[in-house]
């Protein structure tokens, strides 16, 4: 249920290798462009661990995200921490709590209410930062020292290098990557695909589905935090904007953008999408509205997103679980109400 | 503990607040209980339903520039936001009801975006205030430092005779059979040969109008300002999940207790002002899934 | 007490004024298999369904091996060793029917809270999946998606996803419907081999089938339990006859 073609698995390492001597060709405005694009991809691969794979739709995945850039914030500040073997965790443990304690209440719900329910908690989190003259407020914080990453020592990444940020957050996405295809082949993926497509059954069956519905928003929570805290550390400065429903939604723009239930179409998304707006922001200052009316013409005429066109193409002929599976997605989802 | 003790002592502190927290209740209940409407017959989320709430107070302070009457900004914004929200419901809406709720959000996501920058464009990103009109700009004095304005007085009053005039149409009219009999089984309306599609865009356009309507009461109290349709529709949505969605009566509850507990949590635990309402509604969660007035879900 | 694995006591469900289920007490024999027969409407699935957890009696009480279950959820009733077919097809339609009996037969471990080793890798749940497929005559069919078998495949799956958990209690709701008379015919010889070392509670509405299988017939109507008894006993009461099988056969 999670065999990646032939022809993603090819596009995928081209992909990653273009990514890998971008670098060497690019200027430095489009290195840290790129680089902001791969930490968003983060961000959103983590949301279609909900949307796509769980059937969780949330409105509200970015409170973990600045979760995560103000946790590093904060330690940074007042802990005088710096390297990353204690500020990384500490970020992720911290969008992992908030995740444990948003879902626990959310869970409880599905469709609409789901929805409804995760951005008015975000939407708390979010006047909670901003109201927090501790935190900044709305002027938000700065983060004055990069964290460091060394070994005995010896540092193996500097990240107030542009170049070396850049290659550390492909690291990170690559490696986000692999730890979602890990989790979608294990046991839990199993669980998580069923229920999906089936939660009645998948409970008649003998699993606590609420159980793993929490487990997934909580893991979901935790990769929103890596993305959170590599946000932070790439620009030394976090503002409540980072938690705002409007973060939220372009994340799930994102995801259906790229193909929801593909973790690399989120990535597609990412760049489609943040390249996108930078063009258009160069043109108009009211660029919103273009990205407005871009949105609707996704959900008309693309819902499948930019990865169904990759698989249209090639199948043709076989008839494979692709195309069959989104249908049946959108006909469950559409039916808890 | 201070505020509290002088809340005791002082009934006419608590008299204000108690006016307040009606007057912000029936404000939420006409924005909440468009979007329970909408959802309930419709079977449509629309995250967008906050945008008329701006739409209606944007539309009132510039129709009341131009005419330098309240109400006659408010007379003629009304059918204005009714026509918005017809052609909404037919250029976009419409394409959603057969879809999940996913591309439901996401589409009227598209549309806050749309409808935040046209007001960028049409009016600016300041904060505009909007005169209390003159027959109302003064206060019923309570003791001799505090008075309540009149106009907050005149919300609440207008509030009470549209939820009126709404229990009328709903329970009296034929229109109301045909919303009341959508809102407990969407299938039947279509067994009883009504028309679907003209039923879907009046109740949206109704909807919209209520929330815009809303937002054109309160401009005076509260201004006028770029992201007020996004609080409104938080806030609406808390009322909504407290209520239990569909429920024309829960919306009404979850407003007053949203009222109450906002405007009380102010005053009472200020440094918690923000949180209040969120935890009224994680307590109901805790409590009852589906609202107060929902449908347990089988 | 112990005599009876699964027991009801005075079980009721109402919906609203509707009495769906009302005061059913009923024993099911360990080994044995119990048909539930009766008009549609008489509460039979619905009386499935409060024994599987699916749905919460109003009244009564539910005991699995003495053990108190009214208030377990699906989930426990499952794990318990309860197993559940649908009359409805109730699958996972873009799963493969391998993946469809994986999932069932995953269920089985102590947990699947488990996020690092690959699921192909559990051998003994392979096994248990590729036996369900086997016993219900699907293994030919396991790596078709679930949506593109016939119907009556897709109600043979249904039954091999439930012994892919390897339940001691069979919940079979109305397994023949829609089936040909070919299909038929397999999934009662199917049945009759789970008679001899599992206990089966039974709704259909197939006579043939049901007089075939069912050592142990309990008549439903209105909610209520109209006779129980074996077969031959139930088959003479004349209040069935009168008011449920005479007016079938003259039907």
Redesign the interface.
């Known amino acids: 249920?999670t065999r990646t073609p032939r022809a993603v698995l090819l596009f995928l390492v081209a992909a990653l290798i273009a990514l890998a001597v971008f670098p060497q060709f690019a200027e430095r405005f489009y290195i840290q462009l790129v680089t902001k694009i791969m930490i968003v991809a983060i961000f959103a691969m983590s949301l279609d661990l909900l949307?796509g794979y769980t059937g969780l739709?949330s409105?509200g995945h970015a409170a973990f995200f600045g979760i995560g850039g103000y946790a590093l914030a904060i330690v940074a500040r007042d802990l005088d921490l710096t390297s990353i073997w204690t500020t990384l965790p500490i970020a992720i443990a911290a969008s992992g709590v908030a995740a444990l304690v948003i879902g626990w209440?959310?869970i409880?719900?599905?469709?609409?209410?789901f929805?409804?329910?995760t951005?008015?908690?975000a939407?708390?989190l979010f006047?909670?930062v901003h109201?927090n003259l501790a935190l900044g407020g709305s002027d938000g914080m700065y983060l004055n020292t990069k964290p460091t990453v060394s070994v005995a020592g010896i540092d193996l990444v500097n990240l107030r290098n542009r170049t070396e940020f850049y290659y550390f957050s492909l690291l990170c996405l690559t490696a986000s990557y692999l730890f979602c295809r890990?989790?979608l082949?294990?046991?839990?993926?199993?669980?998580i695909?069923?229920i999906r497509?089936?939660e009645?059954?998948?409970?008649?069956?003998?699993?606590?589905?609420q159980?793993?519905k929490l487990?997934s928003f909580v893991?979901a929570g935790m990769l929103a935090g890596l993305a959170g805290y590599l946000a932070c550390a790439q620009f030394g400065f976090v503002n409540p904007a980072l938690l705002s429903?409007r973060e939220s939604?372009q994340a799930?723009?994102i995801v259906?953008l790229g193909g929801m239930g593909t973790l690399y179409g989120p990535v597609i998304g990412s760049f489609v999408l943040i390249l996108l707006e930078d063009y258009l922001s160069s043109l108009t200052e009211?660029w919103?509205?273009v990205?407005?009316?871009?949105?609707?013409g996704?959900?008309?005429f693309l819902?499948d997103g930019i990865a169904s066109l990759m698989t249209r193409f090639r199948r043709r002929p076989a008839?494979e679980?692709g195309g069959?599976?989104t249908t049946?997605?959108?006909s469950g989802?559409?039916g808890?109400? | 503990m201070i505020l509290a003790t002088q809340l005791s002592m002082d009934p006419s502190f608590f008299l204000i607040q108690l006016l307040n927290s009606v007057q912000y209740g029936f404000l939420l209940f006409l924005v909440a209980s468009g979007l329970t409407l909408i959802f309930g017959i419709m079977g449509v989320i629309n995250i967008a339903h906050g945008s008329f709430y701006m739409i209606g107070a944007y539309l009132t302070y510039w129709l009341n520039l131009q005419t330098g009457n309240l109400f006659l900004a408010i007379a003629l914004g009304l059918p204005l936001t009714v026509g918005l929200g017809y052609a909404i419901e037919r250029l976009a809406i419409r394409f959603l009801y057969a879809r999940d709720h996913l591309y439901q959000v996401l589409l009227t996501y598209g549309l806050i975006l749309i409808f935040n920058e046209l007001q960028r464009l049409i009016w600016g990103n300041d904060v505009h205030g909007v005169p209390t009109p003159p027959g109302l700009n003064y206060s019923i004095p309570l003791t001799e430092a505090q008075a309540y304005p009149v106009y907050r007085l005149f919300i609440s009053a207008a509030c009470i005779a549209l939820a009126a005039a709404m229990y009328w149409v709903i329970q009296k009219t034929r229109l109301g059979m045909t919303i009341r009999a959508g809102a407990s089984n969407r299938t039947m309306v279509q067994v009883l040969g009504i028309d679907v599609s003209r039923l879907f865009a009046v109740v949206f356009s109704l909807g919209a109008a209520l929330a815009a309507f809303s937002g054109m009461l309160s401009a005076p109290v509260s201004s006028v300002y770029p992201g007020m349709g996004e609080q409104v529709l938080i806030i609406s949505f808390v009322v909504v999940v407290i209520g239990g969605i569909g429920s024309i009566k829960g919306a009404l509850v979850g407003a007053m207790l949203i009222g109450l507990a906002d405007t009380f949590g102010r005053v009472l635990l200020p440094e918690f002002a923000g949180f209040v309402v969120y935890a009224l509604m994680a307590v109901v969660l805790l409590w009852r899934p589906q609202g107060l007035f929902g449908e347990p879900a089988r | 007490m112990t005599e009876f694995l699964l027991e009801t006591e005075g079980l009721s469900k109402s919906f609203g004024a509707l009495a769906a289920v009302n005061g059913v007490s009923l024993g099911f024999r360990r080994g044995e298999t119990h048909a539930i027969i009766g008009p549609n409407g008489a509460g039979k699935t619905t009386f499935l369904n409060l024994l599987s957890g699916e749905i919460r009696p109003s009244l009564g009480r539910v005991r699995f091996k003495g053990q108190d279950i009214t208030a377990a959820t699906p989930d426990r009733v499952s794990r318990l060793g309860i197993g559940r077919s649908y009359q409805k097809t109730n699958i996972f339609p873009s799963f493969t029917c391998l993946e469809n009996c994986w999932i069932a037969a995953q269920s089985r471990l102590p947990s699947s809270l488990r996020f690092v080793w690959p699921a192909e890798r559990l051998s003994d749940v392979r096994a248990r999946a590729m036996r369900g497929l086997e016993l219900a005559g699907l293994a030919a069919r396991r790596d078709d998606v679930a949506a593109r078998i016939s119907y009556g495949e897709q109600r043979q799956l249904e039954i091999a996803m439930m012994l892919a958990a390897e339940p001691e209690l069979l919940l079979l709701d109305e397994p023949l419907a829609g089936m040909g008379p070919e299909e038929s015919q397999r999934v009662v010889g199917l049945l009759k081999r789970l008679a001899q070392d599992h206990t089966l509670v039974l709704i259909e509405h197939d006579m043939d089938a049901v007089f075939e299988v069912a050592e142990v017939l309990t008549v439903m109507v209105n909610g209520e339990v109209l006779e129980s008894g074996t077969v031959s006993t139930v088959r003479a009461s004349r209040a069935v006859q009168e008011a449920y099988l005479g007016e079938d056969q003259t039907a």
Not at chain 1, 108 to 113: D, E, L, M, N, Q
Not at chain 1, 185 to 191: N, Q
């Open positions: 249920m949307v739709v409105f209440l959310s409880r719900t599905s469709g609409v209410y929805i409804m329910i951005l008015a908690f939407q708390m006047f909670v109201d890990m989790i082949r294990s046991p839990f993926g199993r669980v695909a069923a497509i089936n009645p059954r998948t409970r008649a069956l003998g699993y606590p589905t159980r793993y487990a893991v429903w939604g799930l723009v259906i009211h919103l509205l990205i407005g009316f871009f949105v609707i996704v959900v008309l819902p008839d679980d069959g599976e049946v997605v959108a989802a559409a808890d109400d």
